[in-house]
């Protein structure tokens, strides 16, 4: 055989060696690409991608606490027909309240009219500390306290006064506190428009001038 049909064969070999390989790689592609098939790609927002599907189950509900659940902290215990509820933390004595102390008013009157009979009040203050020796006041003294007052016929009353007085030295302060309740139970004051009422109690705070 010459040497020109020997590199005749191997030509043939090689070429035929080429279209399979050729062939080979191009069977190995997607098979959606294979069929003419467009390939899917995936879908942003949340019903694709990394993000979790808008269908999916929803997280889980947290219960509200009930008014009987309490955190561990807190204690609670009646005290004088009272819940108490102590929020403090360490050790401490049950809060003690004033076996005297009165619910407040169930019925709110006028406050111009509540002011006006605290002003009387204030105007017995005046009259009893113009009485009180020099040098007896100290740097603050102070007329705390409540009066309880009543409504009939359109007039207010004071059935009662309990005044305590700070900062005054001596007798000075007893004489001062006598004085005023005593005073104040004479005061009347127009009820305006105002019902029949009873027992109704008015705080006063003033300065001792």
Not at 89 to 109: F, T, V
């Amino acid at each position: 055989m010459s040497n020109r049909a020997i590199y005749a064969i191997l030509a043939i070999v090689a070429l035929a060696a080429v279209g399979g390989f050729w062939l080979m790689m191009r069977g190995d592609g997607d098979d959606a690409q294979a069929s003419g098939e467009p390939k899917a790609t995936p879908r942003a927002g949340f019903g694709g991608g990394t993000h979790a599907p808008s269908n999916g189950p929803a997280a889980p509900s947290v219960a509200a606490p009930t008014p009987g659940d309490l955190p561990a902290n807190v204690k609670e215990y009646a005290a004088n027909g009272a819940i108490v509820r102590d929020h403090r933390s360490g050790a401490h004595a049950p809060i003690e309240l004033d076996p005297n102390a009165k619910p407040p008013n169930e019925r709110k009157l006028q406050p111009t009219l509540t002011k006006a009979v605290a002003d009387r009040v204030r105007d017995v203050m005046h009259q009893c500390v113009a009485t009180m020796p020099d040098g007896v006041k100290g740097e603050n003294p102070r007329l705390d306290g409540s009066i309880t007052i009543s409504i009939k016929d359109k007039q207010v009353s004071v059935d009662k006064a309990a005044i305590s007085i700070r900062d005054v030295k001596g007798e000075a302060a007893e004489t001062t506190r006598t004085c005023i309740e005593q005073k104040a139970l004479a005061i009347t004051q127009a009820a305006g428009d105002e019902q029949d009422l009873a027992n109704y109690d008015i705080t006063l705070s003033f300065t001792l001038i």
